[in-house]
T-cell receptor
């Protein structure tokens, strides 16, 4: 069964550094998402992406964050200058269609630790 | 602000016990409702979803959930749990008027003792 994959599984970085988290969505999916979960807190929506542009974004997704689909398979989340509070598990998801009822399939996550 | 609440943070059951996990949401409009499960070391997987029709939804592995609109609830049930059901369970809600984003509850850790 096709799965969403994410790399790396764990990323450690120094405060102020840029990080890029990578995701490979399921191949025929059209809608892509990033969520994050700070330790001990809820999974929170960051951004959704469709047709090469951002569809929705949350208040968390400020100018420090950006997303890109650099080629036909990867979907990336960039944090320009990491802060301690960016430490979290970041989940990528994808869905086949653009309807809200469509299932979002999640990747295993990247644990980001900012020191 | 819109929110999703899962009141049980940790649940411990013995095998064959019945399970009910609560989920309440605060939206007044039309919603889609989901339960996801995360087994140890694995990614979030969909258990079941509701978006229209019969409010009693059946999912994988013997799970079901009932949408009660008047109570803003979507509780997850299983009549007889197994050790392999040990996992974290997340309720998620999509407000159809607000796009495709999911709002998650805080999760419930279920431990099933053999």
């Amino acid at each position: 069964e096709p799965e969403v994959t994410q790399t790396p599984s764990h990323q450690v970085t120094q405060m102020g550094q840029e990080v890029i988290l990578r995701c490979v969505p399921i191949s025929n999916h059209l809608y892509f998402y990033w969520y994050r979960q700070i330790l001990g807190q809820k999974v929170e929506f960051l951004v959704s992406f469709y047709n090469n542009e951002i569809s929705e974004k949350s208040e968390i997704f400020d100018d420090q964050f950006s997303v890109e689909r650099p080629d036909g398979s990867n979907f990336t989340l960039k944090i320009r200058s990491t802060k301690l509070e960016d430490s979290a598990m970041y989940f990528c998801a994808s869905s086949e269609e653009t309807t809200p009822s469509d299932t979002q399939y999640f990747g295993p996550g990247t644990r980001l630790t900012v020191l | 602000a819109q929110s999703v609440s899962q009141h049980n943070h940790h649940v411990i059951l013995s095998e064959a016990a019945s399970l009910e996990l609560g989920c309440n949401y605060s939206y007044g409009g039309t919603v889609n409702l989901f339960w996801y499960v995360q087994y140890p070391g694995q990614h979030l997987q969909l258990l079941l979803k509701y978006f229209s029709g019969d409010p009693l939804v059946k999912g994988i592995k013997g799970f079901e959930a009932e949408f009660i609109k008047s109570k803003f609830s979507f509780n997850l049930r299983k009549p007889s749990v197994q050790w392999s059901d040990t996992a974290e369970y997340f309720c998620a809600v999509n407000d159809r008027s607000a796009g495709n984003m999911l709002t998650f509850g805080g999760g419930t850790r279920l431990m099933v003792k053999p």
